[in-house]
């Protein structure tokens, strides 16, 4: 939790940078200077953290002067940056001496003037009087712990605002596409590092470094252009034409939308002056509604006459680059040719390299000469014949060994499939024996059992007779 008393960017840095926290404050906040020679790690850690703080928040916009690509060190920096417990920042202007030593940060005089890229090699011959010289444009080398006032180009925060802008036009490639107003490029690239929009002092820093030190196009007062390769650094009237009927047209599309706006509204204030019956207001309505309804019509027709010269100006140009690039291209044929000589040249050229080829070739035939002595042709040829006689023998050997293996690996499978039906068929046998035999033993079962019962009944029948025979003998 912050206190309400605190300042917008005090509060920033609370919340957002890890450097800020509450056990750091105090080491921030103090005279750290003397650390330099005690703790030399100590120091460079707290200009760090002073630097990309105060580097942050301007980007973020918590700035007192709102700017997002320059620091202005004045009083009231000092007292947004004031703490309750600890005070204002004592070393915040050895941070400053830092970073422009460092050249992190650039003073705004020096900035504008410069001639040539802050990148080239004279801005690091002599750090030290460039650091001064830089301190006495903001009179920074006043003594005691009291910041002067003074602005600082924020050299990261101005790097980055330059690679999103090259990012975002880096698919317009023609001429009119590339050529803006002044107002129409700062109305299209306000926002280039995020939501908090950028100020005319913003657009004039980025744009001196746009054109100064990365060369992706050049500006005036009115116009700017994005510059194509190999394109001259001014503004043409051709460029200025082209800014201003585009912003021209820009201009007309806003009336004629206020315009549809105003229409629209006069005849809903008629209809409902109508429903109420008050006439002199539903009449008014109606002839402020025509008088509009005119305007919006010859708005409309100069827009359309607009666009249509704005149309033959695009193709124009297309063709002035395309007639550009053909000139040029004619000029590096003719460039060619002329390093080639000409047909006569290329002629003797070619009619000596046939020369110098038949002699190579003569050469080569005499060289071969000596070895065609003494050789019969007839023999050769004989010779010839014999190798490629056996070499044919032994090709027609080979396809036979070839042709007698296949044959024997056919017979061999041929073979073994006939076993595995014999073995199939076997099987089949056994199984069909095994079921009749499993079907004769219950009827033979069944023969035993009615030859059992006929023997016992036979056998009952004979001790029968024997009992009833038995009894007559005794009698008799």
């Known amino acids: 939790?912050?206190?309400?008393?605190?300042?917008?960017?005090?509060?920033?840095?609370?919340?957002?940078?890890?450097?800020?926290?509450?056990?750091?404050?105090?080491a921030l906040y103090s005279d750290f200077r003397q650390l330099q020679s005690t703790n030399p790690d100590g120091y460079a850690a707290n200009i760090e953290a002073w630097h990309k703080a105060l580097a942050h928040a301007c980007r973020a916009g918590v700035l007192p002067s709102h700017d997002l690509l320059t620091l202005s060190i004045d009083e009231s920096l000092l007292r947004s940056l004031e703490n309750k417990e600890w005070g204002r920042p004592i070393a915040l202007g050895t941070v400053v001496q830092e970073s422009v030593k460092r050249k992190e940060m650039l003073?705004?005089?020096?900035?504008?003037?410069?001639?040539?890229?802050?990148?080239?090699?004279?801005?690091?011959?002599?750090?030290?009087s460039v650091l001064g010289w830089g301190l006495r444009q903001l009179g920074l080398f006043q003594g005691g712990n009291k910041l002067p006032a003074g602005r600082l180009v924020v050299l990261e925060n101005l790097e980055e605002a330059g690679r999103e802008l090259q990012s975002r036009v880096g698919g317009k490639r023609g001429r009119v596409d590339r050529i803006y107003s002044r107002r129409d490029f700062e109305e299209e690239f306000r926002d280039v590092l995020g939501e908090t929009k950028f100020s005319g002092h913003d657009f004039d820093v980025l744009l001196r470094f746009l054109e100064r030190d990365k060369e992706v196009l050049v500006y005036d007062k009115d116009t700017v252009k994005l510059r194509a390769a190999g394109e001259e650094k001014m503004i043409t009237q051709e460029d200025a034409t082209i800014s201003s009927l585009k912003s021209l047209i820009t201009d007309l599309e806003a009336q004629t939308h206020a315009l549809e706006k105003r229409v629209e509204a006069l005849g809903v204030q008629a209809k409902e002056a109508v429903e109420k019956k008050n006439r002199v207001s539903a009449l008014a309505a109606l002839k402020s509604k025509k008088l509009a309804e005119t305007t919006l019509g010859k708005r409309y027709a100069t827009l359309s006459q607009l666009e249509e010269v704005f149309v033959k100006i695009e193709q124009a140009a297309d063709q002035v680059e395309l007639v550009r690039i053909m000139e040029g291209s004619t000029k590096v044929l003719a460039g060619l040719i002329k390093q080639i000589g000409g047909v006569e040249r290329v002629d003797d050229i070619v009619e000596q390299l046939r020369e110098q080829m038949g002699q190579i070739n003569e050469v080569g035939d005499v060289l071969a000469e000596p070895g065609k002595e003494g050789v019969d042709e007839s023999e050769v040829d004989d010779e010839l014949e014999a190798m490629e006689r056996a070499e044919k023998e032994k090709q027609e050997e080979a396809e036979q060994k070839a042709k007698?293996?296949?044959?024997?690996?056919?017979a061999e499978e041929t073979r073994k499939k006939l076993a595995e039906l014999e073995e199939v068929e076997r099987?089949?046998?056994?199984?069909r024996a095994a079921a009749d035999q499993k079907s004769v033993e219950p009827q033979k079962e069944e023969t035993r059992q009615a030859e059992k019962l006929n023997a016992d009944l036979n056998k009952s029948m004979e001790d029968l007779r024997r009992t009833h025979l038995e009894p007559a003998q005794e009698a008799a």
């Open 1 to 26: 939790m912050h206190s309400d008393s605190e300042s917008p960017l005090l509060t920033y840095l609370l919340t957002n940078e890890p450097s800020f926290r509450k056990a750091r404050l105090g």
């Open 404 to 410: 007698e293996e296949t044959e024997r690996r056919e």
């Open 107 to 128: 003073g705004i005089k020096e900035f504008e003037e410069a001639r040539e890229s802050i990148y080239t090699k004279r801005w690091d011959l002599s750090p030290w």
């Open 427 to 431: 099987q089949a046998a056994k199984d």
